[in-house]
């Protein structure tokens, strides 16, 4: 079903709100928030959790609470121009099964590509001859420090799996159409997977 979204400034008139040329929007206006105090609540294995008392622009206080990860790396295998590899595993915070792109933790001190080619072997069994960083980003900025690096990794050589102990899942190969077309139809829904797989379509087609 396909519906039809109102343009921003229909939006805003009808919300009454007076319509400013965009690029008008675009200032120098300082939005740091200084950090009065902050207090550590929390130490886990993979992330800690602080709260900031912060001074925000107009000099009023605010708090924020802010989740503190080591970063990450997301990867989009090939096996060849037209196929993926997947992992289909357990997520405990949402209570089901996800298909994703393999991805895992930076280790203290490690280097994003190091860890994606360490993570690739652990979970799908595969060693990457060549890996492209393809982008990188927040998850969350608005409460998490976790940045995400996402790479494309060609010319797989198989070297078998080697997960850690509290890592069950399954290797599911698919085209790349496929897995795109499963974006559009809500069978992959982990943000993650949809931005790599997403970029990766592009990337092939040349576009």
Do not use: W
């Not at 802010?66 to 289909?88: F, K, N, Q, S």
């Amino acid at each position: 079903m396909t519906r039809r979204v109102p343009s921003r400034r229909e939006y805003l008139r009808q919300r009454a709100i007076p319509v400013t040329h965009h690029s008008s929007l675009i200032t120098n206006m300082d939005l740091t928030e200084k950090t009065i105090e902050s207090r550590r609540i929390f130490e886990g294995r993979i992330v800690n959790m602080r709260v900031d008392t912060v001074e925000l622009p107009n000099g009023r206080t605010s708090t924020r609470e802010v989740v503190e990860h080591r970063g990450a790396v997301a990867i989009v295998p090939m096996l060849d121009h037209e196929t993926v590899v997947l992992v289909r595993q357990y997520r405990q915070p949402v209570g089901g099964t996800l298909l994703e792109i393999p991805a895992g933790t930076l280790e203290k001190g490690e280097e994003p590509f190091d860890c994606a080619s360490r993570e690739l072997a652990e979970e799908i069994g595969y060693h990457p001859e060549k890996l492209t960083k393809m982008f990188h980003s927040y998850l969350a900025p608005g409460y998490s420090t976790e940045m995400l690096h996402t790479f494309l990794a060609e010319d797989l050589k198989r070297v078998g799996e080697n997960r850690d102990a509290d890592e069950f899942m399954e290797i599911v190969t698919m085209s790349l159409t496929d897995a795109v077309e499963m974006i559009r139809s809500g069978e992959i829904i982990d943000a993650k997977s949809i931005c790599g797989l997403l970029l990766a379509a592009r990337m092939y087609k040349g576009c």
